[in-house]
């Protein structure tokens, strides 16, 4: 199949959206013991026929179910993974906004015994996605490297695994076999989410890492075979695509710094068809990173911000597609918000209205660029 007959699509998002508050109010009471499973179920699949409507009217082509069945957008397949145990408790995590810090928790995971896939994880979850779009349904999943930034080696039995290669095997068979059970049901597009490798080009956050007794290099070598042994046997009519993100949690983030001092490893090494990378304002640092992307693949420019509601102006986008056509030809490159508007069930602090206005410019722009999605 020709580049530009497959996705990413000219007009692309990297996949959550705003959970509506009434089925936020209801997970609570499904937590609590107040509502059952089956009612949290009809009301997620209630919402997801909402959010695909969204989608579809914007215009888009990828259409995904918002993550709505979901508290965050990693950990709800992370923990249905074999080997991971939990003390109970939690780590804090600081992110970093316009108006402060923000401050968020996750589980003290380790790794205590072989890594493996029990059973599906969101195999019935895109299936009823599928039931319900008109155009291709897009799947999100953690990348396998975000399992070892769960955990680091500090925190993978070394009984279980001695070394790291055994432990590389075990999750990437573990993924494949996800993709496997996704495919036969029909997946063909698939996004791996991943902040690992953005946080490898934050010199904070490399600082941090050397201190918790990891390399940030080998990291990065760690994160190439993981990938590319999860997707070794990847069906030649399945899209696999990567989000490189710098955190968002809130409207907040934890790293900075451009994508330059991975750059040439993770385009020519990590074999994605599609790279969809934050480009939404200083943080980012430029598109000359851009210049190492292969031909075999296309980059999903996120210039339109899901961290506030203010719109962007279409004359300052088009600018900035000139600008990254300086790097890499403009038949190869796509448009997206830079990241999820609902990583996290609590959202991002816009609205409904405005995402949907962030969504339908990136659609208007892509057509009057390329003249088609």
Not at 248 to 264: I, K, T
Not at 347 to 370: F, H, I, M, P, Y
Request: net charge neutral; with cysteine; proline share 5%.
């Amino acid at each position: 199949m020709p580049l530009s007959a497959r996705p990413p699509f000219r007009a692309d998002h990297v996949g959550s959206l705003l959970r509506p508050p009434k089925l936020k109010a209801l997970r609570l009471e499904k937590e609590s013991g107040r509502a059952s499973e089956g009612e949290l179920r009809a009301a997620e699949d209630a919402a997801i026929r909402e959010v695909v409507a969204l989608q579809e009217a914007a215009g888009l082509q990828g259409i995904t179910d918002g993550e709505l069945r979901r508290k965050s957008w990693h950990m709800d397949f992370l923990l249905q993974l074999g080997g991971l145990s939990s003390q109970g408790q939690t780590i804090p995590v600081t992110f970093h906004g316009q108006a402060g810090d923000v401050h968020f928790t996750r589980p003290d995971l380790a790794i205590t015994s072989r890594v493996t896939r029990p059973r599906p994880i969101f195999v019935e979850a895109f299936k009823f996605l599928a039931s319900v779009v008109s155009r291709t349904p897009k799947l999100t999943i953690p990348s396998p490297s975000m399992l070892y930034t769960q955990v680091g080696r500090a925190n993978i039995d070394a009984t279980a695994y001695p070394d790291l290669d055994a432990f590389v095997e075990d999750t990437a068979a573990a993924y494949r076999a996800e993709i496997a059970d996704l495919y036969a049901a029909g997946c063909r597009y698939i996004q791996f989410d991943d902040v690992s490798l953005a946080y490898l080009c934050d010199e904070e956050m490399r600082a941090q890492g050397r201190a918790r007794g990891d390399d940030p290099d080998a990291q990065l070598r760690l994160s190439v075979k993981l990938v590319r042994a999860t997707l070794r046997d990847k069906p030649a009519d399945l899209t696999v695509c990567t989000h490189l993100c710098r955190g968002n949690f809130r409207s907040s983030w934890r790293a900075q710094g451009g994508y330059s001092r991975v750059a040439e490893v993770i385009f020519n090494e990590l074999p994605y068809d599609g790279f969809f990378l934050e480009f939404d304002d200083a943080r980012s640092g430029d598109f000359a990173p851009l210049r190492f992307v292969p031909k075999r693949a296309r980059v999903v420019l996120g210039l339109v911000t899901t961290k506030v509601g203010t719109l962007e102006r279409k004359d300052d986008l088009r600018r900035r597609l000139d600008e990254a056509a300086k790097y890499v030809p403009l038949e190869q490159i796509c448009l997206s918000p830079q990241c999820g508007f609902s990583s996290t069930i609590e959202g991002n602090q816009v609205t409904v209205d405005q995402e949907k206005a962030k969504l339908s410019l990136c659609v208007e722009l892509a057509r009057e660029v390329w003249g088609g999605l």
